[in-house]
């Protein structure tokens, strides 16, 4: 059975901290692993990684992908505020489907005090 | 603005009674997609449609029926068969193509009175 682990579980920061956050997972037929944003409701789309070792950055979020050990991170350096939501990790593989399949991590709840 | 609107943003069910939530998108896209949340729990998939009048069943789609009768709509409705309904649940869509990169509505709270 395909699975993603996030850790922490929820993280609480001030503004200025660097967290990062991690994601490790187990599926058959790996084919690219994403990061999502949920700020209140709407989970918007952060990063989609498919090489290891190739860093993908976004202001001051990044995030990279180690395929041998099956895992990324999400750094989010000087974090602000606004930077407080849920970070979802998702893998989606091939599931022998047209659609593939999309496994979703549980998801790190970061909050960040001014 | 192109997006997902989901609706209504909050639901209460009765014992026995089915309920719809609405989905509707103007992103053109061909992909509809329902997830369910839970906390501590990853978003899992209920059903999903890759095109009109088609659709399939995801992990978890005992209790819940679909439609797709048009592209933009893509409602859900929670039976009486389902017996913990009581959760987030999330409307997305994608590009033909990008599967993986979805595009979601703001979601719709189910409480079970």
Not at chain 1, 56 to 68: F, V, W
């Amino acid at each position: 059975e395909d699975k993603v682990v996030q850790s922490p579980l929820s993280l609480v920061v001030h503004e200025g901290d660097t967290v990062t956050l991690n994601c490790s997972y187990e599926v058959t037929n790996f084919r690219s692993l994403l990061w999502y944003k949920q700020e209140k409701k709407a989970p918007t789309f952060l990063f989609m990684l498919t090489s290891s070792g190739i860093e993908k950055k976004s202001g001051r979020l990044s995030s990279i992908l180690d395929k041998k050990e099956l895992f990324s991170i999400l750094n989010i350096t000087a974090t602000q505020t606004g930077d407080s939501a849920v970070y979802l990790c998702a893998v989606h593989s091939t599931g022998g489907t047209s659609y593939g399949k999309l496994t979703f991590g549980q998801g790190t709840i970061l909050t960040v005090h001014p | 603005d192109g997006g997902i609107t989901q609706s209504p943003k909050y639901l209460f069910r009765k014992e026995g009674q089915n309920v719809t939530l609405s989905c509707e998108q103007n992103l053109n896209h061909d992909a509809m997609y329902w997830y369910r949340q839970d906390p501590g729990q990853g978003l899992r998939l209920i059903y999903y449609s890759q095109i009109v009048n088609d659709f399939q069943k995801g992990d978890i789609a005992e209790g819940y029926s679909v439609s797709r009768e048009k592209k933009e709509s893509f409602p859900l409705t929670v039976t009486s068969a389902q017996k913990n309904p009581t959760a987030f649940y999330l409307c997305a869509s994608s590009k033909p193509g990008q599967n993986e990169k979805l595009f979601f509505g703001s979601g719709t709270q189910l409480s079970v009175l």
